[in-house]
C-alpha cells in the first residue's frame, strides 16, 4: 500500500524525504502583496506615515496602495480612505503606522475585512511594561481569529528588493540580490542598509521584525528557506524568542541554504542591553551557542562577517574537515594566517609525502618546505598556479588559502588571471587573499568574479575559512549515524518510578530530593548509584556500616539544605565504630549550628569508594529563560566552579550528540588513557548521558539536577553523589518547555498483523538508519514508483543524508511511525513507515504519507498505520490531515474512506488526488 510522492526536487524539497509541504505560502500577502493598505498614512512632513507611504508609491511593486485617514480625502495625491472597510478592494496587506492603543481595534477590523497579513511599524508595546504587554495580547488575540500574519510591532517594516516593495520608513531601498536579512533592530536595519551601498550587497528580502508578537525567526526562516531568489539567510538576532520554533526552521533549512547569525550579548551588559531592548528575557550565550550547534546555524560576531560569510558559502564548496594549506609569496602573512586560523578552531594541513615531492620539483630550493607553503617573492603566475593544483589534490588538505603581496616581482592581475579557472576545478574550498590597495584591486576583480573571494588581509581569509568549517562541522553533527543503544523506550527506564519519586516530594511540599531519593531517581533511569542507605540515628548507622563493610561514609540526610559540603556534611574514610559514631554528632552539630536541628533527618550510609584510578566528572542540568532545560558535562569534583571545563547541550540527547558533549572539553583527553592510565568506556559514558537527558526530558518537574561527581575508570561508570530540585510550579503547564521535543514514547505499542505476526508500532529514531536502508532494500520497482512517483534507485533512496533526514525528525512538526518485526536471532527489521508532517505556517493542519514493504502489503498494517496516524493527529490538537494520492491510485483511496477521509479532489498545483479528513 502506497502514496505517492511529487519528487520534485526545488528550493530545498528533498524528494529523499518528505521535505515537500503542500501548503500555501503563510506570509506570501505580506511579501508580495498586490494591494496593501497603509493605515496611519499623513502628508506631515518627515512623519512615518508619510515616509512609508512615500517609499510604497515611488517603488512600483506590481500593485495598488490605498491610504488610510478618516480625516483627509487624498494624501499625496491619492485617493484616502476612512477605513480598511471602507476600500473596495480585497487588501492583501495592511501597514499600520498609527499609536499603539489604536492598533488592536484596527487590527480586528483588518480581520473582518480579510486581509491575510501585516505589519506594525508603531512602538510602544511590550517594551513599555504590562500596559503594552495587554495591547499585544488584544492584537495577538484577533490577529489568530482571522488567521492573519502580523509582522512587529516595533518595526522599520518589509522590503522584498526583488518585486519593489518598500513598506518602511527607510530612507533607500534595498538593492536586489539573493541574501534574506532578518533583524531585531530597526535601527540596524537602516545602518545595513547604508552599507550595503556601498559594499553592493543585494538582498532577495530586508525585514525588521521587531517584537516578533506573531511573526517569529521560524515563520521567515521557513519563507525564506522555501524562496527560490533566497541563496542565504543572515540574521540580527537579539533575542530566540520561540526557541522550538527557531530549532525546527533552523534544522531542516540550514541544510540547503546557509544560516548565519550575529547575536550579540556575549556579555552580561550587552545581554541586559538586549533584555531593556526588546522587552524579553535573554539566556546564557554558552546556551545559545549549543543551541545553534545542534541546528546548523553559524554564528559570526561582526556585521561585515555575516555578509562576507554569505558570499565564500555561496561561491565556494564547504570543506570536509579543518585542514587548510596556505600558499603565500612572503612569510610573514602566511604566519598571520596560521594565527588567525588555529585560533578559530581550523588547523594547518599537513602535507603529504606526495605533495612535497611535487613541491620540491615545481618549486626553488628555498621554498618553505612546510606550511604555510612560502613559494617567495618572485612567484611567478605560473608558479603560483603549478604549486596551487598540487596543494588541491593533495588529501591531506580541506581547503586552500592564497595570499599573494604586491613585490617588485610579482603581477598581482595576470596571477590572478592564472588562478580564475581553478575556481570550481575541486570539491575544496579556494580562498584569496591579494593584500593591497590599487596595484591589487584587478586581480580581486577578476577573482572574485570567477567565484574565488578575497579578503584584503590573509588573518581575515584565514578566519573565514574556519567559519566555513564550523558550519560544515555543526551541519553534519546535525545527521550524523547514530551508534545501536537501546531504545529510547526501552524496557531498562522505569518512568513510573521515577515519577512516583518526584511525586511524592511535592505532595509534602518539598523542593528538594533527599540524596537517596536522588539516587534511586537516577537508577530509575538506568545510571549506576552507589549504595546508599538512611541512618536516622547513631547506632542505625553503626549498624548500617557494619553490615556494608568498613570503610564508609556518612553524608547528612536533609530535605532541605541544599549543599552538604556546606555545613560539613560529608564524613569520609571511616574505617570503625567509633569513627561513624562521631562523624554522626559532627554532621548533626554542623546543620544544627548553619541552619538548625530540624533540618537533621540522620544520615546516608554509603561505602567508601576508591578515588585514585578514577576521574571525577559531572553531569547536570539546569533551566535556561529561552531554551529551557540544558545538560551539562565537564570536569567535577569540588573545584568544578573554579576550573570551568564544560560543554552544554540541548536534551534529549543521542550517542552522537552526547559524544560531541564529551569531546568540547579537556577532561575528554584525559578519558582516552594518559600516562599509562587505561581508557574510560566512552561508549559507556554516552549511554549514560543518554539516559540522563532522558531524564531530564521526560521527567517536567526536575528544575536542576547534579551528579558531581561522576566517577568515570576503565572499571566503570559510579553516580557518587546527586542533588535535584524540582519546580515550584501549581500545574504543568506553567513548567518550562524543552527547546527540541523529546521521543514521543506514548506512541509506542504493540500489535499483530492478519498472519499471527507480532510487531510493535512506534515512532522511527535517529537509530533506525540501518534498519531504514534494509527496508528500502525490500522494495519492489513499482512500489517505489508508485510512493515517488518516479523510478527512484536503491542508490539514490539509500544515501546516508536520505536515510538520516529520515530517521531524525523533528517530532514537534512531523512524527514518522515504524513496524518493526523481530525474529527468533533477535534481528529487526522494519515492514512500514507512515509520516504525518505538519504543514508550514500552521499547527493545525497535517499531511499523511505511507509506504508499506512489499512482502506485508495485504496484511491489515496500511489501515492500522492510517488509523493510529489519525488518533497522534488528534492526540496533536491537529484538526485537518491532507493526503495526496495519484488518481489512479484506488488502493489508496478505498483505504481512506475506510477510515473517514473525504473531499477528494484535484489538486491544481500538483495534478494529484487531494484527500481530507476533518479531526
Same mark, same amino acid.
Given at each position: 500500500?502506497?502514496?505517492?510522492?511529487?519528487?520534485? !526536487?526545488?528550493?530545498?524539497?528533498?524528494?529523499?524525504?518528505?521535505?515537500?509541504?503542500?501548503?500555501?505560502?503563510?506570509?506570501?500577502?505580506?511579501?508580495?502583496?498586490?494591494?496593501?493598505?497603509?493605515?496611519?498614512?499623513?502628508?506631515?512632513?518627515?512623519?512615518?506615515?508619510?515616509?512609508?507611504?512615500?517609499?510604497?508609491?515611488?517603488?512600483?511593486?506590481?500593485?495598488?496602495?490605498?491610504?488610510?485617514?478618516?480625516?483627509?480625502?487624498?494624501?499625496?495625491?491619492?485617493?484616502?480612505?476612512?477605513?480598511?472597510?471602507?476600500?473596495?478592494?480585497?487588501?492583501?496587506?495592511?501597514?499600520?503606522?498609527?499609536?499603539?492603543?489604536?492598533?488592536?481595534?484596527?487590527?480586528?477590523?483588518?480581520?473582518?475585512?480579510?486581509?491575510?497579513?501585516?505589519?506594525?511599524?508603531?512602538?510602544?508595546?511590550?517594551?513599555?511594561?504590562?500596559?503594552?504587554?495587554?495591547?499585544?495580547?488584544?492584537?495577538?488575540?484577533?490577529?489568530?481569529?482571522?488567521?492573519?500574519?502580523?509582522?512587529?510591532?516595533?518595526?522599520?517594516?518589509?522590503?522584498?528588493?526583488?518585486?519593489?516593495?518598500?513598506?518602511?520608513?527607510?530612507?533607500?531601498?534595498?538593492?536586489?540580490?539573493?541574501?534574506?536579512?532578518?533583524?531585531?533592530?530597526?535601527?540596524?536595519?537602516?545602518?545595513?542598509?547604508?552599507?550595503?551601498?556601498?559594499?553592493?550587497?543585494?538582498?532577495?528580502?530586508?525585514?525588521?521584525?521587531?517584537?516578533?508578537?506573531?511573526?517569529?525567526?521560524?515563520?521567515?526562516?521557513?519563507?525564506?528557506?522555501?524562496?527560490?531568489?533566497?541563496?542565504?539567510?543572515?540574521?540580527?538576532?537579539?533575542?530566540?524568542?520561540?526557541?522550538?520554533?527557531?530549532?525546527?526552521?533552523?534544522?531542516?533549512?540550514?541544510?540547503?541554504?546557509?544560516?548565519?547569525?550575529?547575536?550579540?550579548?556575549?556579555?552580561?551588559?550587552?545581554?541586559?542591553?538586549?533584555?531593556?531592548?526588546?522587552?524579553?528575557?535573554?539566556?546564557?550565550?554558552?546556551?545559545?551557542?549549543?543551541?545553534?550547534?545542534?541546528?546548523?546555524?553559524?554564528?559570526?560576531?561582526?556585521?561585515?562577517?555575516?555578509?562576507?560569510?554569505?558570499?565564500?558559502?555561496?561561491?565556494?564548496?564547504?570543506?570536509?574537515?579543518?585542514?587548510?594549506?596556505?600558499?603565500?609569496?612572503?612569510?610573514?602573512?602566511?604566519?598571520?594566517?596560521?594565527?588567525?586560523?588555529?585560533?578559530?578552531?581550523?588547523?594547518?594541513?599537513?602535507?603529504?609525502?606526495?605533495?612535497?615531492?611535487?613541491?620540491?620539483?615545481?618549486?626553488?630550493?628555498?621554498?618553505?618546505?612546510?606550511?604555510?607553503?612560502?613559494?617567495?617573492?618572485?612567484?611567478?603566475?605560473?608558479?603560483?598556479?603549478?604549486?596551487?593544483?598540487?596543494?588541491?589534490?593533495?588529501?591531506?588538505?580541506?581547503?586552500?588559502?592564497?595570499?599573494?603581496?604586491?613585490?617588485?616581482?610579482?603581477?598581482?592581475?595576470?596571477?590572478?588571471?592564472?588562478?580564475?579557472?581553478?575556481?570550481?576545478?575541486?570539491?575544496?574550498?579556494?580562498?584569496?587573499?591579494?593584500?593591497?590597495?590599487?596595484?591589487?584591486?584587478?586581480?580581486?576583480?577578476?577573482?572574485?568574479?570567477?567565484?574565488?573571494?578575497?579578503?584584503?588581509?590573509?588573518?581575515?581569509?584565514?578566519?573565514?575559512?574556519?567559519?566555513?568549517?564550523?558550519?560544515?562541522?555543526?551541519?553534519?553533527?546535525?545527521?550524523?549515524?547514530?551508534?545501536?543503544?537501546?531504545?529510547?523506550?526501552?524496557?531498562?527506564?522505569?518512568?513510573?518510578?521515577?515519577?512516583?519519586?518526584?511525586?511524592?516530594?511535592?505532595?509534602?511540599?518539598?523542593?528538594?530530593?533527599?540524596?537517596?531519593?536522588?539516587?534511586?531517581?537516577?537508577?530509575?533511569?538506568?545510571?549506576?548509584?552507589?549504595?546508599?542507605?538512611?541512618?536516622?540515628?547513631?547506632?542505625?548507622?553503626?549498624?548500617?556500616?557494619?553490615?556494608?563493610?568498613?570503610?564508609?561514609?556518612?553524608?547528612?540526610?536533609?530535605?532541605?539544605?541544599?549543599?552538604?559540603?556546606?555545613?560539613?556534611?560529608?564524613?569520609?574514610?571511616?574505617?570503625?565504630?567509633?569513627?561513624?559514631?562521631?562523624?554522626?554528632?559532627?554532621?548533626?552539630?554542623?546543620?544544627?549550628?548553619?541552619?538548625?536541628?530540624?533540618?537533621?533527618?540522620?544520615?546516608?550510609?554509603?561505602?567508601?569508594?576508591?578515588?585514585?584510578?578514577?576521574?571525577?566528572?559531572?553531569?547536570?542540568?539546569?533551566?535556561?529563560?529561552?531554551?529551557?532545560?540544558?545538560?551539562?558535562?565537564?570536569?567535577?569534583?569540588?573545584?568544578?566552579?573554579?576550573?570551568?571545563?564544560?560543554?552544554?547541550?540541548?536534551?534529549?540527547?543521542?550517542?552522537?550528540?552526547?559524544?560531541?558533549?564529551?569531546?568540547?572539553?579537556?577532561?575528554?583527553?584525559?578519558?582516552?588513557?594518559?600516562?599509562?592510565?587505561?581508557?574510560?568506556?566512552?561508549?559507556?559514558?554516552?549511554q549514560l548521558m543518554v539516559h540522563f537527558s532522558q531524564l531530564v526530558a521526560e521527567q517536567s518537574w526536575i528544575k536542576e539536577l547534579d551528579?558531581?561527581?561522576?566517577?568515570?575508570?576503565?572499571?566503570?561508570?559510579?553516580?557518587?553523589?546527586?542533588?535535584?530540585?524540582?519546580?515550584?510550579?501549581?500545574?504543568?503547564?506553567?513548567?518550562?518547555?524543552?527547546?527540541?521535543?523529546?521521543?514521543?514514547?506514548?506512541?509506542?505499542?504493540?500489535?499483530?498483523?492478519?498472519?499471527?505476526?507480532?510487531?510493535?508500532?512506534?515512532?522511527?529514531?535517529?537509530?533506525?538508519?540501518?534498519?531504514?536502508?534494509?527496508?528500502?532494500?525490500?522494495?519492489?520497482?513499482?512500489?517505489?514508483?508508485?510512493?515517488?512517483?518516479?523510478?527512484?534507485?536503491?542508490?539514490?533512496?539509500?544515501?546516508?543524508?536520505?536515510?538520516?533526514?529520515?530517521?531524525?525528525?523533528?517530532?514537534?512538526?512531523?512524527?514518522?511511525?515504524?513496524?518493526?518485526?523481530?525474529?527468533?536471532?533477535?534481528?529487526?527489521?522494519?515492514?512500514?513507515?507512515?509520516?504525518?508532517?505538519?504543514?508550514?505556517?500552521?499547527?493545525?493542519?497535517?499531511?499523511?504519507?505511507?509506504?508499506?514493504?512489499?512482502?506485508?502489503?495485504?496484511?491489515?498494517?496500511?489501515?492500522?498505520?492510517?488509523?493510529?496516524?489519525?488518533?497522534?493527529?488528534?492526540?496533536?490538537?491537529?484538526?485537518?490531515?491532507?493526503?495526496?494520492?495519484?488518481?489512479?491510485?484506488?488502493?489508496?483511496?478505498?483505504?481512506?474512506?475506510? !477510515?473517514?477521509?473525504?473531499?477528494?479532489?484535484?489538486?491544481?498545483?500538483?495534478?494529484?488526488?487531494?484527500?481530507?479528513?476533518?479531526?
Amino acid at each position: 500500500m502506497t502514496t505517492p510522492y511529487n519528487s520534485r !526536487v526545488q528550493n530545498g524539497f528533498d524528494p529523499a524525504h518528505d521535505v515537500y509541504r503542500y501548503t500555501p505560502r503563510s506570509l506570501q500577502p505580506i511579501f508580495s502583496p498586490k494591494t496593501v493598505a497603509l493605515i496611519g498614512a499623513t502628508e506631515k512632513v518627515g512623519s512615518v506615515g508619510r515616509t512609508v507611504l512615500w517609499n510604497l508609491i515611488s517603488s512600483p511593486f506590481g500593485g495598488t496602495v490605498f491610504p488610510v485617514n478618516p480625516k483627509r480625502e487624498n494624501i499625496l495625491g491619492i485617493k484616502a480612505y476612512a477605513g480598511i472597510q471602507a476600500i473596495p478592494d480585497q487588501i492583501d496587506l495592511a501597514v499600520i503606522v498609527t499609536p499603539a492603543p489604536t492598533v488592536p481595534d484596527i487590527i480586528a477590523e483588518c480581520v473582518e475585512a480579510g486581509v491575510k497579513g501585516a505589519i506594525v511599524i508603531s512602538a510602544g508595546f511590550k517594551e513599555i511594561g504590562p500596559e503594552g504587554v495587554k495591547l499585544e495580547e488584544e492584537i495577538l488575540e484577533h490577529a489568530r481569529r482571522g488567521k492573519m500574519r502580523v509582522i512587529g510591532p516595533n518595526c522599520l517594516g518589509v522590503m522584498n528588493p526583488l518585486t519593489g516593495l518598500n513598506a518602511t520608513f527607510a530612507t533607500a531601498a534595498a538593492r536586489p540580490g539573493n541574501v534574506a536579512f532578518i533583524s531585531q533592530s530597526g535601527a540596524l536595519c537602516t545602518s545595513v542598509l547604508d552599507w550595503s551601498f556601498k559594499e553592493h550587497v543585494g538582498f532577495s528580502a530586508f525585514v525588521s521584525i521587531g517584537s516578533m508578537l506573531d511573526v517569529g525567526w521560524g515563520d521567515l526562516i521557513y519563507h525564506l528557506g522555501d524562496d527560490p531568489h533566497t541563496q542565504s539567510i543572515v540574521i540580527y538576532m537579539e533575542t530566540i524568542g520561540d526557541a522550538r520554533s527557531f530549532m525546527s526552521a533552523a534544522r531542516e533549512v540550514a541544510l540547503t541554504k546557509p544560516i548565519i547569525v550575529i547575536k550579540p550579548g556575549r556579555t552580561e551588559g550587552a545581554a541586559r542591553a538586549a533584555a531593556s531592548h526588546t522587552g524579553s528575557l535573554t539566556g546564557s550565550d554558552e546556551v545559545l551557542e549549543a543551541a545553534f550547534r545542534r541546528c546548523g546555524v553559524l554564528r559570526v560576531n561582526t556585521i561585515g562577517e555575516i555578509f562576507s560569510m554569505a558570499e565564500v558559502l555561496s561561491k565556494q564548496p564547504r570543506p570536509k574537515g579543518p585542514h587548510l594549506t596556505i600558499l603565500t609569496n612572503a612569510g610573514g602573512p602566511g604566519v598571520l594566517a596560521v594565527d588567525a586560523l588555529i585560533t578559530n578552531g581550523g588547523k594547518l594541513a599537513e602535507i603529504s609525502a606526495e605533495a612535497m615531492g611535487q613541491f620540491n620539483e615545481i618549486l626553488p630550493p628555498q621554498w618553505s618546505h612546510n606550511n604555510p607553503v612560502d613559494i617567495l617573492g618572485d612567484a611567478s603566475p605560473e608558479r603560483y598556479a603549478q604549486a596551487l593544483e598540487v596543494a588541491a589534490r593533495d588529501e591531506k588538505s580541506d581547503g586552500l588559502l592564497v595570499v599573494l603581496t604586491p613585490q617588485a616581482m610579482t603581477d598581482p592581475t595576470e596571477t590572478a588571471e592564472a588562478l580564475k579557472d581553478y575556481a570550481q576545478s575541486y570539491d575544496k574550498p579556494i580562498l584569496a587573499s591579494w593584500s593591497g590597495g590599487q596595484d591589487v584591486a584587478a586581480g580581486e576583480a577578476i577573482l572574485n568574479k570567477a567565484g574565488i573571494p578575497t579578503f584584503m588581509y590573509p588573518d581575515t581569509a584565514a578566519e573565514a575559512f574556519a567559519y566555513m568549517w564550523k558550519y560544515t562541522d555543526n551541519l553534519q553533527s546535525l545527521y550524523e549515524t547514530v551508534s545501536l543503544t537501546n531504545h529510547a523506550s526501552g524496557a531498562d527506564i522505569d518512568r513510573e518510578r521515577a515519577s512516583a519519586i518526584i511525586q511524592k516530594a511535592r505532595r509534602s511540599g518539598r523542593l528538594l530530593l533527599t540524596e537517596a531519593e536522588s539516587k534511586a531517581l537516577l537508577a530509575a533511569y538506568g545510571i549506576p548509584t552507589v549504595p546508599t542507605l538512611i541512618a536516622k540515628t547513631m547506632d542505625e548507622a553503626v549498624a548500617k556500616a557494619e553490615n556494608l563493610g568498613y570503610p564508609v561514609v556518612l553524608k547528612l540526610h536533609s530535605e532541605t539544605v541544599t549543599h552538604k559540603t556546606d555545613v560539613g556534611g560529608v564524613q569520609l574514610n571511616l574505617n570503625d565504630e567509633q569513627a561513624v559514631r562521631s562523624a554522626f554528632e559532627a554532621i548533626k552539630q554542623g546543620v544544627s549550628q548553619k541552619h538548625s536541628a530540624d533540618d537533621f533527618l540522620g544520615v546516608t550510609v554509603q561505602p567508601m569508594v576508591d578515588l585514585s584510578d578514577a576521574y571525577e566528572l559531572i553531569i547536570g542540568s539546569s533551566i535556561d529563560p529561552q531554551f529551557g532545560p540544558v545538560v551539562l558535562f565537564g570536569m567535577g569534583g569540588q573545584l568544578v566552579e573554579v576550573f570551568k571545563d564544560r560543554s552544554l547541550g540541548l536534551p534529549p540527547l543521542n550517542t552522537t550528540l552526547a559524544r560531541r558533549m564529551i569531546e568540547r572539553t579537556k577532561i575528554f583527553k584525559a578519558l582516552k588513557g594518559v600516562r599509562g592510565r587505561p581508557p574510560v568506556d566512552i561508549a559507556a559514558l554516552e549511554q549514560l548521558m543518554v539516559h540522563f537527558s532522558q531524564l531530564v526530558a521526560e521527567q517536567s518537574w526536575i528544575k536542576e539536577l547534579d551528579i558531581n561527581p561522576l566517577l568515570a575508570s576503565h572499571e566503570g561508570l559510579l553516580a557518587l553523589d546527586a542533588r535535584v530540585l524540582i519546580h515550584e510550579a501549581k500545574n504543568e503547564n506553567a513548567l518550562p518547555r524543552l527547546a527540541i521535543r523529546p521521543y514521543p514514547s506514548q506512541y509506542v505499542a504493540p500489535w499483530r498483523m492478519k498472519d499471527g505476526t507480532d510487531v510493535v508500532i512506534r515512532p522511527i529514531s535517529a537509530e533506525d538508519e540501518m534498519l531504514m536502508h534494509g527496508f528500502h532494500k525490500s522494495l519492489s520497482d513499482k512500489t517505489v514508483y508508485m510512493r515517488y512517483l518516479s523510478p527512484m534507485l536503491l542508490s539514490m533512496r539509500t544515501t546516508h543524508e536520505r536515510l538520516a533526514r529520515m530517521t531524525h525528525n523533528d517530532y514537534d512538526r512531523e512524527i514518522a511511525l515504524v513496524v518493526e518485526s523481530q525474529n527468533e536471532q533477535g534481528e529487526k527489521t522494519i515492514l512500514g513507515v507512515a509520516r504525518l508532517s505538519k504543514l508550514r505556517g500552521t499547527d493545525e493542519e497535517a499531511r499523511f504519507t505511507m509506504l508499506i514493504s512489499d512482502l506485508y502489503q495485504g496484511k491489515g498494517l496500511g489501515k492500522e498505520l492510517l488509523t493510529r496516524i489519525i488518533k497522534i493527529g488528534r492526540d496533536e490538537k491537529i484538526k485537518r490531515i491532507i493526503a495526496l494520492m495519484s488518481p489512479d491510485n484506488e488502493a489508496m483511496k478505498q483505504l481512506c474512506r475506510a !477510515v473517514g477521509f473525504s473531499s477528494f479532489e484535484i489538486d491544481s498545483p500538483s495534478g494529484m488526488l487531494k484527500a481530507q479528513i476533518q479531526l
